[in-house]
């Protein structure tokens, strides 16, 4: 295969994970047809450092069934009126938006705060992509799609789950069919050169376990009301590219060690669910993410170990969790049960569902996250020391 962004022949496999399902089709429970599985592969682009998955592309189509999380919605208000108290100068700017079907819509935080969608074909002044760019095959036909949107000295704005926490905290479960390319700064730099737009700021933001929000400019500023493109770059580019060029992000070795990681984390998850129900506790779940099927595949963990989790998108209801085939029921199943501990799937919300859970003083569970190995989040259940194999750590 050729990179997906620079289009050269210098790519090479670098993490195996085997067959895997589609991330987003969640079946029936009942359905007694075996899910499909296609091979989930990583490659890394010698050229431009592009992490990307391999040519198989499962024909599937991807069920868009979540619902948007509060965590998802509060970030994008704070990321307009973080943007906005930076950039004054973007008060009543034109915009548009690549979004994604995870959500996180910038555009009514935008609006509310004066700035009006540009018309279909009129360029903005500012083009914003929420997690959409990841989702895109054709990475660089699609980044030349936004760059085009932009007005001469218009800003581009990318956020994107960053390529660094995937690495460094073993991630694992966040490479996914349906996600075509994971992303550094020093990918996104490298393939924005030739489209004439140049990097100016990188922010680190903690949504869905570690995100990058990046600033690009366009090469001209004739007749743009977004400021001036000869904005100086700020320190945060160059502690970024240090910081991804310390953790060996261009290195094909460092992804090898890193799906040697995996195998050991995903043993130490089966482990420690097998040790709980052979001490007589309940383990329940609790999310059905696109990240599960890797996750619970990987694990080698079925009903037999999870007998269900819980998902508060009313869509899943009644269906399971593909290859693992784990059930997907309402959040009320879940408090009815009242299980020991509650195995938090969509760990990088981990804050928000113990809060919701304990709204209503909770039932002493002890609510454990996965990743990077099974470990305890949020106030102990009792004044006790968590169970054997958790590492206790206060979200």
Request: glycine content about 10%.
């Amino acid at each position: 295969m050729n990179c997906r962004g620079c289009g050269r022949d210098t790519v090479e496999l670098v993490v195996d994970l085997g067959e895997q399902t589609a991330a987003d089709y969640f079946p029936p429970a009942t359905d007694p047809t075996e899910d499909p599985r296609w091979p989930l592969e990583l490659w890394l682009c010698r050229a431009c450092t592009l992490a990307q998955l391999g040519p198989v592309r499962p024909l599937l189509p991807e069920m868009p069934l979540a619902v948007e999380s509060a965590t998802s919605i509060a970030h994008a208000g704070s990321s307009v009126r973080a943007l906005l108290a930076r950039h004054p100068e973007l008060d009543g700017a034109t915009v548009a938006e690549f979004a994604s079907h995870h959500g996180g819509s910038w555009l009514p935080s935008l609006r509310a705060a004066g700035c009006r969608d540009a018309g279909e074909g009129e360029p903005a002044d500012l083009v914003v992509d929420v997690h959409g760019l990841a989702h895109e095959p054709d990475l660089a036909a699609s980044l030349a799609l936004r760059a085009q949107r932009l007005a001469p000295g218009g800003r581009l704005l990318l956020e994107f789950h960053h390529l660094l926490p995937l690495v460094e905290q073993c991630q694992f479960d966040t490479i996914r069919h349906g996600h075509w390319a994971y992303l550094s700064l020093g990918a996104i730099q490298e393939l924005a050169a030739p489209l004439e737009l140049r990097v100016t700021e990188a922010v680190q933001v903690p949504l869905f376990g570690g995100s990058l929000l990046v600033t690009l400019r366009s090469g001209s500023t004739a007749g743009s009301t977004a400021g001036s493109a000869d904005e100086t770059v700020g320190p945060s580019v160059a502690a970024v590219l240090r910081a991804e060029r310390d953790a060996g992000l261009a290195d094909p070795h460092r992804y090898r060690i890193l799906q040697d990681t995996a195998r050991r984390t995903a043993t130490v998850l089966r482990d420690y669910l097998a040790g709980q129900r052979d001490r007589g506790r309940t383990v329940l779940g609790y999310g059905a993410p696109s990240k599960a099927p890797v996750l619970l595949d990987v694990s080698r963990v079925g009903p037999e170990l999870l007998a269900f989790t819980v998902d508060a998108a009313p869509g899943k209801h009644g269906r399971r969790i593909p290859g693992a085939g784990v059930p997907i029921r309402p959040i009320e199943e879940l408090r009815a049960a009242r299980p020991d501990v509650v195995l938090i799937l969509t760990w990088d919300i981990a804050d928000e569902i113990v809060a919701q859970l304990e709204a209503g003083g909770g039932w002493g569970a002890e609510y454990v996250v996965p990743l990077p190995e099974p470990h305890q989040v949020g106030r102990p259940a009792t004044g006790a020391r968590p169970s054997i194999a958790v590492e206790e750590r206060h979200g």
